[in-house]
């Protein structure tokens, strides 16, 4: 009768156990595992204004300053100076580049990190200059106008009367700086600007051979 007794108790641990192991499987959904932390080397380039001929890039590496060997930077393939770095931490390296005197149209800017393991990365970007027309800068610098063919010169952009109000000690230098700003519309002889001074600025033009 021990015996008896003996084998159903065993039987009976055996099914209850059966049972709670299967209800723990069922309790049990299936999940996917985390996919695995990459710390490759990463570097990206960010346009991050367009001004006229003129662009600010930001670009960076996500390495700590003391782990970059060297930096390298081209525009349409030809090597240009990089930029200042402007911040640095653990596992981020950012700089700063400024670009003028752009041409019109699409350019590409690369940048590359040779880091201190040997490894080296690289990241682009593209963007597109549009310069305004030589009739808006004639008009924001000197508030005149394009005349072609003006007196024999192949264009003059001029400003009679000049409606502003520089002094005739700043002329010079207005006019400089006026003729700065048209010089890329003009691929022949650019001339001195022609101006009258009383104690101001009476007319200005900016003229193109």
Not at 60 to 73: D, I, L
């Amino acid at each position: 009768m021990r015996s008896i007794k003996r084998a159903s108790m065993v039987y009976a641990w055996g099914a209850v156990a059966a049972v709670a192991m299967w209800l723990v499987g069922a309790a049990a959904p299936a999940t996917a595992a985390p996919p695995p932390h990459s710390n490759a080397p990463a570097a990206t380039v960010v346009v991050d204004q367009i001004g006229g001929d003129t662009v600010t890039v930001a670009y960076s590496v996500n390495r700590a300053a003391h782990q970059v060997s060297q930096s390298s930077c081209a525009l349409d393939g030809t090597a240009i100076a990089c930029g200042a770095q402007t911040s640095t931490a653990k596992k981020l390296t950012s700089y700063s580049l400024n670009l003028t005197g752009l041409d019109e149209g699409v350019h590409v800017l690369t940048v590359m990190f040779a880091l201190a393991g040997g490894e080296t990365v690289a990241a682009s970007a593209e963007f597109t200059i549009v310069l305004p027309t030589l009739a808006e800068v004639c008009a924001d610098t000197l508030g005149g106008a394009v005349i072609e063919d003006w007196q024999g010169w192949r264009w003059a952009c001029v400003a009679d009367p000049f409606t502003g109000t520089v002094p005739a000690d700043e002329a010079n230098q207005f006019m400089a700086d006026a003729s700065h700003a048209m010089l890329s519309y003009c691929d022949g002889f650019f001339v001195a600007p022609i101006y009258t001074v009383d104690t101001h600025l009476l007319t200005a033009a900016v003229v193109c051979e």
